[in-house]
């Protein structure tokens, strides 16, 4: 069956770094386009960034534009979420999704499969 699991997760203050990896099994790794969501206390889900499964295309919600990076490696069936320069809005559990497809969705009903989620938290 399709899992995924995600890592990095933690604790920093406001203007660190964290890289999130997620590993995907059960699928054809590359032709499974990968993305983040996230999802404060109290708050809507919201799209954090994609990538189709041959990197050529990804994209990325205005708030996080400049400073997250998405990334795979095919070869090692992972997703990667490079975060720079936290701010404390970002705080949120980050959850890992995959999709049957390579086009990169930025609208979660697209993606059917989900990780478990990793916690975030950015101290100001």
């Known amino acids: 069956q399709v899992q995924l699991a995600e890592s990095g997760g933690g604790m920093v203050q406001a203007g660190d770094s964290l890289r999130l990896s997620c590993t995907l099994s059960?699928?054809?790794?590359?032709?499974?386009?990968m993305a983040w969501f996230r999802q404060g206390t109290g708050k809507e889900q919201e799209f954090v960034a994609a990538?189709?499964?041959?990197?050529?295309?990804?994209e990325y919600a205005n708030s996080v534009k400049g400073r997250f990076t998405i990334s795979r490696d095919n070869a090692k069936n992972i997703a990667y979420l490079q975060m720079n320069s936290l701010k404390p809005e970002d705080t949120a559990t980050y959850y890992c999704?995959?999709?049957?497809?390579?086009?990169?969705?930025?609208?979660?009903?697209?993606?059917?499969?989900w990780g478990q989620g990793t916690q975030v938290t950015v101290s100001s």
């Open positions: 999704t995959s999709r049957s497809g390579t086009f990169a969705y930025i609208n979660s009903a697209a993606y059917d499969y």
């Open positions: 059960g699928r054809t790794f590359s032709n499974s386009a």
């Open positions: 990538i189709s499964g041959s990197a050529d295309m990804a």
